[in-house]
């Protein structure tokens, strides 16, 4: 999914962001993070792929706070958020959602399940004037924020847990 946003946004990298922790999932039943971190580093390719770890290195935990840091860190970058339907549904109860979308643009892949509520969800209402049609993404990063894309791409019903004990028996 990384290499295909990559492609339709044309973005010169993907970095896949290894949280120590989500603040809306137990712990229990999620694999250690340095397993996590390992599983994300096979995938990536090291240029225009990478994993990094970088919340542990911030010490932060909600992604509001990652990316006041980050876009302090890096002002002269045009970052791209992207995340599962899955997010985008259950957004507002994300901490500072509304700063959120008010500092980055972002891409939303497709999850079987879950496309339908995301899109009819208390966000993409919100945020329906911002959007943008899927062959515009390439745009998407060069445009201000509120802008997002609803990205056309094949599902995969696996959640990311699934997938690294599949991949790895992590």
């Known amino acids: 999914m990384a290499r295909l946003a990559r492609r339709q946004l044309r973005l010169d990298q993907v970095w896949l962001v290894v949280s120590p922790g989500n603040p809306l999932k137990p712990v229990a039943g999620m694999a250690p993070f340095a397993a ?3 599983s994300a580093r096979r995938i990536a390719d090291g240029r225009r792929i990478v994993a990094v770890d970088i919340e542990a290195k911030l010490g932060t935990r ?9 876009l302090r860190r890096f002002p002269n970058r045009r970052f791209v958020w992207l995340m599962g339907a899955d ?3 259950q957004l507002p109860r994300w901490r500072g959602w509304r700063d959120i979308v008010a500092r980055v643009k972002f891409a939303v892949l497709p999850r ?18 911002r959007r943008i049609a899927a062959r515009a993404a390439p745009a998407l990063a060069g ?4 802008h997002w894309v609803f990205l056309s791409a094949p599902q ?15």
């Open 62 to 70: 909600f992604t509001a706070d990652t990316l006041r840091e980050l």
């Open 87 to 89: 997010n985008l549904a």
């Open 156 to 170: 995969h019903a696996a959640s990311a847990t699934a997938i690294r004990k599949t991949a790895t028996g992590v």
């Open 143 to 146: 445009m201000a924020p509120p």
């Open 112 to 129: 079987p399940g879950y496309n339908r509520p995301a899109l009819a969800g208390l966000a993409a209402q919100r945020l329906r004037a």
């Open 36 to 38: 996590r971190l390992e």
